[in-house]
């Protein structure tokens, strides 16, 4: 394998994985880490990964572009507060939940106001500062690297404190949910984040407005069967929910 083949596999699998450990490529390569760091290097300079501490991602947009934060939250409004209506009443006083990135999750966030005694983990910055004007809640940010525009926190960094967590609700936004497909994202980046909320939480439930039922994004999350609510609105865009079974919670 030449060096710019292995600079473009390097560039393939991270797009598959959405983060790589850089200590583990020499050996996947078979090459001594000097050769990586130097490949690693000029693939930086070149504007197709960022470094971070241990590993590299993707740079953000390359494999899809995030809508940005303050346009996400005009975009179905009144669809995703009906959503997170729903959402909150699930949530029992005393109890621990992650919340994942996006407007859907933030509006869950401004409406688990009332809520006593909640410890509540998010790689969101928009969602942290939400919980933190609610005194009832307790608020673990989970660090990373902050993507530019969507205030989200990812990397090893971020999967790590999540992997240390057991929660009993993980609530998740999606680009995608489809009955075949599963769950879907535009951003692979953030994948191996929404992974681990999957593995820490007891129930796992995805918010999306009716505009993402049906919808295959760019790479794939999990199946439906990792899932056990889907929570979304009345509309007559949604076709097939037969096929998404129970788990599919139209309100």
């Known amino acids: 394998m030449t060096a710019a083949q292995r600079r473009a596999r390097i560039i393939e699998m991270m797009s598959e994985k959405g983060y790589l450990n850089a200590a583990g490529l020499s050996e996947i390569f078979g090459v001594d880490s000097s050769t990586i760091r130097r490949d690693l290097s000029l693939l930086e300079k070149s504007g197709k990964i960022m470094r971070t501490h241990g590993g590299l991602l993707p740079v953000a947009g390359s494999n899809g572009s995030d809508t940005p934060y303050n346009v996400r939250l005009q975009m179905n409004a009144a669809a995703k507060k009906t959503i997170a209506r729903y959402a909150a009443s699930l949530v029992q006083d005393g109890q621990t939940l992650i919340l994942d990135n996006g407007s859907s999750v933030w509006e869950l966030a401004v409406a688990l106001k009332d809520k006593k005694n909640l410890t509540v983990v998010t790689n969101d910055v928009y969602t942290a500062i939400a919980l933190g004007n609610h005194a009832g809640i307790t608020v673990h940010v989970a660090g990373g690297l902050m ?5 989200t926190l990812v990397g090893q960094e971020t999967v790590d404190k999540i992997n240390s ?38 129930k796992t439930v995805v918010l999306a407005d009716s505009s993402k039922i049906g919808y295959r994004a760019l790479a794939h999350v999990c199946s439906l069967e990792e899932i056990d609510t889907i929570i979304t609105e009345e509309a007559p865009t949604i076709k097939q929910r037969a096929k998404y079974g129970a788990r599919l919670v139209v309100v």
Do not use: C, S
């Open 147 to 151: 993507l530019n525009q969507v205030y």
């Open 165 to 202: 967590m057991h929660v009993d609700w993980a609530f998740l936004g999606a680009e995608g949910v489809h009955f075949e497909n599963g769950l879907t994202n535009i951003n692979t980046v953030e994948i191996p984040v929404k992974q681990a909320m999957i593995r820490a939480a007891e």
